[in-house]
């Protein structure tokens, strides 16, 4: 019987690799076009405004770098950036509030940072600094790499991107994070994810609404209340806080206060739990005012995550905020 | 596994090397076709190659003793052991929750509290697309419009080619069997057809469709609307499922297209189209040609009057809504479809010669009105509820706009402006393959910035093809 062939090709490797020679010479045109034109500086610097954390962390360093007209600043984690409304403490304290909260996954050095960012863009103008932090955040042994690696980025003006992926690697060598971030961002809006992109819409409203707010943001993303609610402060958070009081400025008060969790969720001996954190990390940052009179916890009604407040939480704690700190303000 | 994940690339790459290795034994390329195929869908859920073995076996069979039947009494009933075996095999996976639940809710508004058993099977990704290949290959042969097939591997092969098994197009097996029984010849002007077609299918459901996702989901997932956000919602939806699903058939072609086999072409450019009619002969093409072969015509068509003709018409097209989902927007969707291609119907019958020669004022008219009756019926396929598509269809009125209005339109442009401009281009130069015609250098231009396009957005949130679910 006879085999029949199952194919035969009609053309050489030669005829294919032709084929595919003009569209990796042009891929090769474009990388070196990206990579030369951003070393020689002709490119705007990244602006990698490209999803919720990046678009945060981008804001939030440029607000530092700015003018502005605030006397008070607001560090700490995404507690800080989400439940205090900088508006509602401006009109209520008398004082331009600034909210440079940040996001959990960075440490006190990140806040440290954009703390000297602000004073070297507005000398001479703050009186006072209120570190706020979630006791998740006081537990976290180390931030996390990825956004500590983006922040110096940032700072650095340098591009950016997760490297440890082969897209991430090719993004790299082809030009494309550069162009993204350098280009792209600048005129092509990012949906954000989930519950923020139905509250917020897009990376660009985000940021407008940043600065429209003070650098303050709710939190739409509501989830079951879970983690652990064993609180206690990491070790490392000793270290971080001696090397933040070193970046205050000489004659600024430093006030600093620890977040609320939910009530059911940690239980009523946490407020004991509360205090001792708190006097003990207010030693370690030689804090001249702990904030004891916030709340240690809110009602579970009043939070979208173990982390973050509601709508009416955010009104709540900003409310006892502004009480606690207008008699350290005068 | 899909064409749009790292996996398939690597094994994409690994047949592409065995296929050289057996170019001398069409048998071996046959068995290896199937093994591929079968590792290709098996990737999704293992337990499934049993349900495609199977459809495929009984209509292997079917076929056989349908030729061999004595009379035709005997090749009826095969033919009908055929089609009850696949549509309880749709009817089991697919519809029981459908048909339950509803019923359920009947039950339930009449006043009964039902207890009714339910099933909680997962839907086998592809089965509507595979048993309808496999089906109509039962009828083909009943037909007496083509000789079964004796060879299982090859049968096999058909309905299981990994390249169109899960998504389309729903090939016929007098075009794609065939192709198995013989020598295939590549040449040079497939291979760059192929690679054009995989690379412009690609770039269609990476770049674009996947960034059109939360475009419309920003919309659809909302439970307050108003007209500015229906319409730019509907308009991302109509542009994501195109790019989605002809991007998943341009990709099939081009891949079977190097391998030196041709599939259908699923679209040709459907938003061009100037009646409901022509939409359907240039959207999902195998399988509005499908229904038409093998449900339109056997109920008769359009040779029992006008009004048994829309009734065909609109049954068909609910049917057609039903193969896309058991839900009931997909059979409100083909409703709109069988109504809106009836209309046309009894309008073009009526229409004068004055009108046809209305000339292109007439022509954008019509393409106007056309394109907002194909959009509406998105927001009905698109839609969870049957409130859904009432509150967003009494938004229209709200003219209210949403804070991210511009960032939406910038965004809306952005993803689709890249296919306006080559379907138009395409449209007045001859077709989908016209870019084959430009000198190499042009059209390496072009591929090196969708490759660059394809790799910026790879994988980037891992939106599965909308038509797998089908």
Same mark, same amino acid.
């Given at each position: ?41 002709? *490119? ?29 600043? *607001? ?22 509030? *600034? ?117 303050? &943001? ?110 350290? &303000?005068? | ?470």
């Amino acid at each position: 019987m006879r085999v029949l062939k199952s194919h035969f090709c009609e053309c050489s490797t030669m005829d294919v690799a032709r084929l595919l020679a003009w569209p990796l010479a042009i891929i090769a045109l474009f990388a070196a076009t990206m990579h030369l034109a951003a070393a020689a500086g002709w *490119l705007p610097a990244p602006r990698p405004t490209l999803d919720l954390d990046r678009t945060i962390l981008t804001h939030q360093l440029e607000a530092s770098r700015a003018r502005q007209d605030a006397t008070l600043v *607001l560090l700490g984690d995404s507690s800080c950036l989400m439940n205090v409304d900088a508006a509602e403490l401006t009109a209520r304290l008398g004082q331009p509030v *600034l909210n440079l909260g940040t996001l959990s996954y960075l440490d006190l050095n990140a806040s440290a940072e954009l703390l000297r960012q602000f004073v070297a863009a507005n000398p001479g103008q703050l009186r006072a600094v209120v570190l706020l932090q979630h006791p998740e955040a006081l537990r976290r042994p180390a931030p996390q790499e990825y956004h500590t690696n983006l922040l110096q980025h940032l700072l650095d003006g340098r591009d950016f991107g997760p490297r440890h992926t082969v897209q991430g690697a090719l993004m790299s060598l082809l030009g494309l994070e550069i162009f993204q971030s350098r280009l792209l961002a600048r005129v092509l809006p990012a949906p954000l994810p989930g519950a923020f992109r139905q509250t917020y819409g897009f990376s660009a409203d985000l940021d407008r609404h940043l600065t429209e707010h003070r650098g303050s &943001l709710r939190d739409p993303d509501v989830q079951p209340l879970r983690g652990s609610a064993e609180y206690r402060l990491a070790p490392a958070l000793e270290r971080a806080s001696r090397d933040f009081r070193a970046a205050m400025p000489s004659g600024v008060k430093l006030l600093v206060g620890i977040t609320p969790v939910p009530e059911e969720f940690a239980g009523r001996s946490y407020s004991l739990t509360r205090d001792a954190m708190l006097s003990k990390w207010g030693q370690w940052l030689e804090a001249d005012i702990t904030l004891t009179n916030l709340p240690p916890m809110l009602k579970d009604d009043r939070f979208v995550k173990t982390t973050h407040l509601n709508e009416a939480g955010v009104r709540e704690f900003t409310e006892t905020l502004a009480r606690a700190l207008a008699p350290h &303000l005068r | 596994m899909t064409f749009n994940s790292a996996v398939f690339l690597q094994f994409f790459t690994a047949f592409l090397l065995l296929y050289w290795l057996v170019r001398h034994h069409l048998r071996a390329r046959n068995v290896l076709i199937v093994a591929a195929s079968y590792l290709f869908y098996g990737w999704w859920d293992w337990r499934f190659l049993s349900l495609l073995f199977f459809t495929s076996l009984v209509d292997f069979v079917v076929g056989l003793r349908i030729e061999r039947a004595p009379t035709d009494s005997a090749r009826r009933t095969w033919l009908t052991a055929s089609i009850v075996v696949n549509l309880v095999v749709l009817g089991t996976f697919k519809y029981y929750g459908f048909f339950i639940d509803s019923f359920a809710d009947l039950l339930r508004a009449a006043g009964f509290t039902p207890h009714l058993p339910t099933l909680h099977i997962v839907l086998p990704v592809g089965i509507s697309f595979y048993t309808f290949q496999s089906m109509s290959y039962a009828i083909d042969v009943y037909r007496r419009d083509l000789v079964p097939t004796r060879s299982l591997i090859n049968f096999l092969a058909f309905v299981s080619f990994f390249p169109q098994l899960v998504a389309g197009p729903i090939e016929r097996a007098a075009h794609l069997l065939p192709q198995f029984e013989r020598t295939v010849k590549i040449t040079l002007p497939m291979i760059e057809e192929g690679l054009w077609l995989m690379v412009w299918g690609m770039f269609k459901k990476v770049a674009l469709a996947d960034n059109l996702a939360p475009l419309t989901d920003l919309v659809f997932q909302s439970d307050s609307w108003n007209a500015p956000a229906v319409l730019l919602g509907t308009v991302a939806f109509g542009f994501q499922i195109y790019c989605d699903f002809s991007g998943y058939s341009d990709i099939a072609r081009g891949t079977a297209r190097v391998l030196g086999f041709d599939i259908l072409f699923n679209f040709n450019l459907p938003y061009a189209a100037t009646n409901p009619r022509e939409f359907w002969r240039r959207w999902h093409i195998s399988l509005s040609t499908w229904l038409r072969d093998y449900l339109y015509i056997p109920l008769g068509g359009n040779r029992r009057g006008p009004a048994r003709t829309h009734v065909n018409l609109l049954a068909t097209m609910v049917l057609g809504g039903l193969w896309h989902g058991a839900a009931w927007n997909f059979v409100l969707w083909g409703a709109w479809h069988g109504t809106g291609l009836a209309v046309h119907r009894a309008f073009a019958e009526r229409r004068s010669e004055e009108t046809t020669r209305g000339g292109a004022r007439f022509r954008a008219l019509a393409w106007c009105a056309t394109m907002l009756f194909v959009f509406y019926g998105w927001l009905l396929f698109r839609a969870r509820s049957f409130e859904q598509i009432v509150g967003m269809t009494r938004a229209l009125a709200d003219f209210t706009a949403p804070a991210w209005l511009a960032s939406y339109g910038v965004n809306l442009v952005a993803f689709t402006a890249p296919l306006i401009l080559m379907e138009l281009w395409q449209s007045r130069h001859g077709g989908p393959l016209a870019p084959l015609r430009w000198p190499r250098w042009a059209r390496g231009l072009l591929e090196g910035a969708l490759l660059l396009g394809i790799i910026l957005y790879w994988d980037k949130d891992n939106v599965p093809f909308i038509y797998f679910q089908f």
